[in-house]
């Protein structure tokens, strides 16, 4: 499913790149014999900073996302009392057995912190209306279960401790709510259910009255993270609640207004390379069916993962990864598994996220994105690497060196003239004795360090220009 948020148009992306020379290096069409700016290299951009609190999260990046609920006992889909046709009745029994006697909060940040992952993103409440939280506006909570506890209170508390950013959850569709408005829209049961009262301000009521409970009995707040708004309900004055009660807290576009972030799900458009002018959130789960535990998931390979997390945080996005616990509150051996491996990638090749900025503007080759801090360029080889060099035109000048981040190993670098440049005559920057075969199933990131990289684009730049041969 696609969700709304920003994309650049063409032309406002262009200017933002800084006009006819980033042009020029995106490849539009620029007139035979027109002068290309070589000196001054377009700024480098990055989604704008809030000037507050909110800020942590351009600075964290990386989040964990839990989907966890009662469907993980039937371990099939998050939406199981919907996709699967069950009546509310019968789903509910499933309280009488929720028992995770195997929760252990201290575990998920374990996990979470080996994925080099820095915030924790958790369901509150999904669909179904089951609260994992103390609530005293509904029964139907952990609190009523043969577990009787407040789950949210004791993942707050380990949050604190280690200080990680907790972000809440909160589906604003019910299936359990008897005054949810219930009528077959988007992710809505197909009708009231026997005895329901469908009545969207007193179920606005019940939903604010959750929110002022989540955003004041739980410490501080980093983040609310609503979903399924049906209908598309504009009413400003419940993000104002939340940031009253929780200013450090970033808020999605999925809510009751356009929030602080979009949130494009499930690897959408990353096909497009360009840079994210405004703040996004991009979430994805380890398995390719659902966001809650299912026992028999077809789950994502590392290396799609890696490009599908790749293709975010190199253009300026933040990255949410999912997990979905299994109902005794473990998390899978598998989902685990996968984590772990993305940890260990992350711990070697992470230094080129962080505050560096997107720069894949910079190079014309199509398997590669870039990001660069001062002189130091990376360069994520974001497909499956077809050979066991890059080329990365126009550059025509070397880097003092060129390290892969993976194994912290050195690789060649030429600028010798390829057969296939024969016409420009142009010796473009290659780097060499990648292990390709060996990062089938990963991204591989490597360092290039430029004494001085603005001086490097400006002759590169030059240097296509005297050949007649335009950058684009
Ligand atoms: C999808 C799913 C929903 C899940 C959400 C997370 O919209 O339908 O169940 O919570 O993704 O982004």
Not at 182 to 204: F, I, M, S, T
């Amino acid at each position: 499913m696609k969700y709304p948020f920003h994309t650049l148009e063409r032309r406002s992306f262009i200017q933002q790149l800084g006009g006819t020379a980033a042009a020029g290096l995106l490849g539009a069409p620029l007139a035979k014999g027109a002068k290309v700016s070589a000196a001054k290299p377009a700024a480098d951009s990055a989604p704008p900073r809030f000037g507050d609190g909110r800020d942590w999260f351009l600075e964290k990046r990386f989040g964990m996302f839990v989907h966890w609920g009662l469907y993980s006992i039937l371990g099939w889909h998050e939406q199981h009392q919907w996709r699967g046709r069950v009546p509310r009745r019968e789903y509910v029994k499933l309280a009488d057995r929720w028992n995770p006697i195997r929760f252990d909060p201290d575990q998920w940040l374990d996990l979470l912190q080996e994925a080099g992952m820095k915030y924790l993103t958790v369901t509150t409440k999904h669909h179904d209306g089951f609260c994992l939280f103390d609530s005293k506006l509904t029964k139907f909570t952990t609190v009523n279960t043969p577990y009787g506890k407040d789950l949210i209170g004791m993942l707050a508390d380990a949050c604190h401790k280690r200080r990680i950013p907790l972000c809440l959850y909160y589906s604003i569709a019910d299936w359990n709510h008897p005054n949810y408005p219930n009528q077959g829209r988007h992710h809505e049961l197909p009708k009231p259910e026997e005895g329901d009262k469908p009545d969207w301000n007193a179920y606005l009521e019940f939903l604010r009255g959750q929110v002022r409970e989540l955003c004041t009995n739980y410490g501080k707040i980093h983040g609310f993270w609503w979903d399924m708004n049906v209908p598309e309900h504009a009413d400003p004055s419940i993000n104002r609640m939340i940031r009253e009660l929780q200013p450090d807290a970033v808020i999605n576009d999925r809510g009751f207004d356009k929030g602080d972030f979009g949130t494009p799900e499930r690897d959408y458009k990353t096909d497009d390379a360009r840079a994210f002018s405004t703040r996004v959130e991009a979430c994805q789960a380890v398995g390719s069916e659902s966001w809650g535990f299912r026992k028999d998931e077809d789950y994502y390979t590392v290396g799609h993962l890696e490009r599908s997390i790749t293709r975010y945080l190199a253009r300026g996005a933040n990255y949410l990864l999912n997990v979905g616990p299994q109902p005794d509150g473990a998390i899978d051996p598998r989902s685990s598994a996968i984590l772990r491996e993305i940890g260990r990638w992350m711990k070697s090749v992470g230094e080129s996220y962080g505050d560096a900025l997107p720069a894949t503007r910079l190079s014309r080759n199509p398997n590669v994105m870039l990001t660069r801090r001062g002189n130091t360029l990376y360069v994520h080889l974001h497909t499956v690497p077809m050979t066991d060099s890059v080329k990365l035109k126009p550059f025509t000048t070397l880097p003092r060196r060129a390290v892969l981040l993976n194994s912290n190993s050195e690789l060649g670098l030429s600028t010798d003239l390829c057969p296939s440049d024969h016409q420009s005559r142009i010796g473009y920057l290659r780097v060499r004795g990648i292990p390709a075969d060996s990062l089938t199933n990963s991204v591989g990131v490597v360092r290039l360090e430029f004494d001085d990289l603005d001086a490097a684009l400006g002759r590169s730049a030059a240097k296509g220009n005297e050949d007649g041969n335009l950058i684009r």
